[in-house]
């Protein structure tokens, strides 16, 4: 499985993470970093962008999940988007309390947001 290379954008209200694959990169690391910084960024909501994967390894989906716990514990909503269908059926098989909304696009990601704060 390829590893997960994660970019980042900094917006007025949310902090934006993009995950891409990588065949070079130690996924949890990347995200981890990046999560840890969008978790202290001051913005109100973190948002995924998945359009440019298909696949998660344990880590990285346990690594979401748990900032997304610890994220929701602090009202500061962790929201996915652009999931392909095998990425949706993954998290589906969560149970509704431990999974992030998962919402098509970034456009709904922040009337999500703003509907929830």
């Known amino acids: ?10 917006l007025p209200d949310s902090y934006l ?5 990588n065949a070079e990169l130690p996924e949890e690391v990347a995200l981890a970093k990046l999560l840890r910084q969008a978790a202290r960024s001051g913005k109100s909501y973190i948002w995924i962008d998945c359009s440019h ?3 998660l390894s344990q880590q990285a989906l346990t690594l979401l999940l748990r900032y997304y716990q610890r994220l929701r514990r ?7 988007c652009h999931l392909d269908e095998g990425l949706q059926q993954l998290f589906r098989k969560l149970p509704d309390t431990t999974r992030p909304p998962i919402v098509p696009t970034l456009l709904d990601a ?5 509907a929830h704060a």
């Open 1 to 10: 499985m390829p590893a997960l290379e994660v970019y980042h954008e900094i």
């Open 17 to 21: 993470l993009i995950l891409a694959e």
């Open 53 to 55: 994967i298909h696949q």
């Open 74 to 80: 602090r009202h500061m909503p962790l929201v996915l």
């Open 110 to 114: 922040d009337a999500y947001c703003h």
